[in-house]
């Protein structure tokens, strides 16, 4: 029997170095339906852990406070506890493979070199977790950076991480409360 109906990871990587880079769009959605519903955060499963409830659906929402590299130790540990289904998990991540400020619903997938999703589907046995995949892009022509260097970096005044934060949280909402089918009408 599970604990909450669902949970909703954001990935990202600890201290104020990575805060506002494209590798923590994914914790900058978790913090942003945690913020509209006014949910206490607390130090819980080597991340910070929060309880609320979008419509009838009572949801677990987890920032993995590891590495990106070792997200799983925190989500393995907190689904374990939990009880939660592994078609009940989201995970919100940047993804390089998008045009920057696209949002993308998926039904699992493969892992694409993301090393998050690597580490949290080593812990949990199976990529076969739902996705909100968040568009960073890659670096532009003459930008000599790899793309480690790139997704470990701010985002460029043009862009508007608040914006995408947002668009990620409200995919996330309705893959927990409609399922992926109304998710993949909306986020195809």
Known sequence: ???????????????????????????????????????????????????????????????????????????GACVSDLKVPIDELVVIYDDIELAPGLVRARDGGGLKGHNGLRSMAEALGSPDFLRVRCGVGRPGKGDRRDIAAYVLSGFEADEDPDALAREAASCAALLVVEGVEAALQRWP
């Not at 669902?6 to 990935?11: E, K, M, N, P, Q």
């Not at 509209?36 to 987890?62: I, M």
Request: hydrophobic letters at 35%; charged letters at 20%.
């Open 1 to 75: 029997m599970a604990y909450v109906d669902a949970l909703i990871i954001g990935l990202g990587n600890p201290g104020s170095r990575y805060a506002r880079t494209r590798h923590n769009i994914g914790w900058m959605a978790a913090d942003q339906l945690v913020s509209e519903h006014a949910a206490t955060t607390r130090k819980k499963y080597n991340g910070r852990y929060a309880e609320l409830r979008l419509g009838d659906v009572s949801v677990g929402v987890l920032t993995p406070e590891t590495f990106m590299n070792d997200s799983g130790r925190s989500i």
